[in-house]
């Protein structure tokens, strides 16, 4: 079977492995929780995990984060410090497959990535029924993510104080939103059918803008924009927590207020249009993949990632 990109360690140590299926009413009825707690997920019991497939876009993937991924496909712009691999090392796997790939959407899960001489083959292919760890992070393309952003930004510079954003969508994003939840949920039933005893963390996205207010021209969006474009965000988010739990999965919540874009380069966690930190624009930063590595290890009820 075709791998994206496997690093062979040593055998897993201390992660307590949590009950699938105990834990998703958990994560399906309580979206306002940041994850499911590191004590629930001990009293499960000691059970190493030996081997963990990352699935996901961008979010996932950190391009422009150095150093890049040893061995990986350029194309797919892995970083050698995003969170499956702080995972990965934190856990001390047995086997790590990292197939998130940046710019996938749902289908690059079971159809070919950026053909062409080669190809980045589906990253379904790395999961196995002896998989027992799988984190999938994927649909913000799906939405539209960096065309609605793209978008935005144009139209801000038309009424920087005004909502142009707003005004063009409408309700169409929120539509969208509602119209992705049959292939989100799919993807959870397609990880449960190919690894059936994987414990599986459906992981969520950074915080892009504040609340409110945001940061024009820094972040080309407009001010009566900012609240409009967080929702949706935080509406992607909470779909995916609703299908995931539903699925058996475990929902990770990263969306922490105080670390978006317009917060100062030392604060946020996610890159601004043009970077201070290392990172590709409006992509998470090297301190947002350790925080977000150390929110799975936390559901897990391991100890955080050392970076």
Known sequence: ?????????????????????ALAPVAAAALGLSLVSAPAAAETGDAAFERYVALGDSFTAGPLI???APGSDPRCLRSDANYPRLVAHALDVAEFTDASCSGAVIADLSEPQHEGL??????????????????????????GFSEIFVRCAKLSFTNPLGSPCANHYGDTLDDRVEELRGDVAQVYA?????????TVLAVGYL???PESGGCWPTMPVARGDVAYLDGLQTSLNTMIAEEAGAAGAVYVDVLERGHDVCEPAGERWVEGVVPENTAFPVHPNEA????????????????????
Request: net charge negative; proline share 12%.
């Open 66 to 68: 150095p150093p890049s």
């Open 190 to 198: 397609q990880v449960g059918e190919r690894s059936p005893d994987a």
């Open 1 to 21: 079977m075709s791998r994206s990109d496997v690093s062979p360690v040593s055998r897993a140590r201390f992660a307590p492995r949590p009950l699938r299926r």
């Open 118 to 143: 080669t190809d980045v083959p589906p990253q379904y292919d790395a999961l196995t029924p002896e998989t027992d760890l799988v984190s999938v992070g994927i649909s913000g393309n799906d939405l």
């Open 288 to 307: 947002g993949m350790a925080v977000t590595a150390d929110r799975v290890l936390a559901g897990l009820g391991a100890a955080p990632a050392q970076v």
């Open 207 to 209: 915080q892009i803008l």
